[in-house]
């Protein structure tokens, strides 16, 4: 899997149909989640001109897009398929626990066709992203 940083898209595609607060959690996960797992996706920290030191932030814009649950679950499934895209899924499961542990038992319990993500984020290649979500609307 291609990791470049350069010739990359990030993104993060949220239920159009969530609350704010829920929405914001959502999105906060996947980012979260990739920039733990993509290397080099983080920059360096950076000094301001007082000396004062800030950790870095992303290398590249992460947009966030909106769309349908359906719509969600769609380009998931073509992502996850996709070996060089990096699929992160937050389901409405996963948004409902209150602890880890409860995430995990209740995942062990629920087949992945039962599963609705509340976000997905995704990072690879531009084409097969701009490809997969290009005609989706940022959220405002």
């Not at 983080?42 to 301001?48: A, T």
């Amino acid at each position: 899997m291609n990791h470049d940083i350069d010739s990359s898209k990030c993104v993060i595609i949220v239920n159009e149909e969530l609350a704010a607060g829920l929405t914001v959690n959502a999105a906060s996960v996947v980012a979260l989640t990739l920039g733990r797992t993509v290397p080099g996706l983080i920059g360096q920290d950076v000094k301001d001109a007082d000396g004062g030191v800030h950790l870095g932030i992303t290398l590249i814009p992460v947009p966030i897009l909106k769309a349908s649950a359906e719509k969600i679950a769609e380009i998931h499934r073509l992502a996850d398929a996709d070996p060089d895209v990096i699929t992160v899924g937050f389901s409405d499961l996963a948004q409902s626990c209150r602890t880890y542990d409860e995430y995990t038992d209740r995942m062990a319990q629920t087949p992945a066709t039962d599963l609705a993500f509340s976000s997905i984020g995704l990072f690879g290649p531009r084409k097969p992203l701009n490809k997969l979500t290009g005609n989706l609307s940022l959220l405002r």
